[in-house]
Nanobody, 114 residues
Framework: VQLQASGGGLVQPGGSLRLSCVAS????????IGWYRQVPGKEREWVAR???????NYVDSVKGRFTISRNNAKNTVYLQMDSLKPEDTAVYYC?????????WGQGTLVTVSS
């Protein structure tokens, strides 16, 4: 499975961005698909994911600000990021888990700065 992430960029604190991740094949309900982020010098951090096709799950630091969703017809998962903070600055990676195997996109940089 190939994953193509896009949508990163520079945004001011309080602003919004929407990340997209397109998969090269259908995303099955048994797959877990989500987003991670990584800051240089730190471990990759899980941010949000969808279980069983519909159940969203978020790390505490983004709850109420980020929303993960999917468009099955387009094999695409989105991450709507609102009320962005400087500490959200990171490279964001799309991840798909399928029967014990992790697949990763190439990452898209999000910079939150005034």
């Amino acid at each position: 499975v190939q994953l193509q992430a896009s949508g990163g960029g520079l945004v001011q604190p309080g602003g919004s961005l929407r990340l997209s991740c397109v998969a090269s094949r259908r995303i099955f309900s048994s797959n877990i698909i989500g987003w991670y982020r990584q800051v240089p010098g730190k471990e990759r951090e899980w941010v949000a994911r969808i279980f069983s096709g519909v159940i969203p799950n978020y790390v505490d630091s983004v709850k109420g600000r980020f929303t993960i969703s999917r468009n099955n017809a387009k094999n695409t998962v989105y991450l709507q990021m609102d009320s962005l903070k400087p500490e959200d600055t990171a490279v964001y990676y799309c991840n798909l888990w399928d029967r014990g195997t992790d697949y990763w996109g190439q990452g898209t940089l999000v910079t939150v700065s005034s």
